[in-house]
């Protein structure tokens, strides 16, 4: 499945920011979806994560309240909206699958492949 991820721009400390990411050329509604982000000289973290019916989902401690992830299986797309933003929230932000399949939602980035570009979020103070 091949991942793009959009939506992302420059708020104000406060702001909200809606992210999205259109799969294809796979069965959308066998994967798990999750969120990552990567800020300059940080590794990649652990943002989100939804299980492939929208039942389960999984937070950073980070977002947790702040962020939601959902998910339109009809439109092949998984969305990440992000509210109370906070400049600590600055990064790339990239949409990934597992690379196995299965009932159990990963956190960790070596759990994922088909990284699609990501899409930069910029919040200042």
């Known amino acids: 499945v091949q991942l793009q991820a959009s939506g992302g721009g420059s708020v104000q400390t406060g702001g909200s920011l809606r992210l999205s990411c259109a799969a294809s050329g796979g069965t959308f509604s066998y994967y798990n979806m999750g969120w990552f982000r990567q800020a300059p000289g940080k590794e990649r973290e652990f943002v989100a994560a939804?299980?492939?019916?929208?039942?389960?989902?999984k937070y950073a401690d980070s977002v947790k309240g702040r962020f939601t992830i959902s998910r339109d299986n009809a439109k092949n797309t998984v969305y990440l909206q992000m509210n109370s933003l906070k400049p600590e929230d600055t990064a790339v932000y990239y949409c990934?699958?597992?690379?196995?399949?299965?009932?159990?939602?990963?956190?960790?980035?070596?759990?994922?492949?088909?990284w699609g570009q990501g899409t930069l979020v910029t919040v200042s103070s």
């Open positions: 990934a699958a597992p690379i196995s399949f299965g009932v159990r939602v990963p956190t960790a980035p070596y759990e994922y492949e088909n």
């Open positions: 939804i299980n492939w019916s929208g039942t389960t989902t």
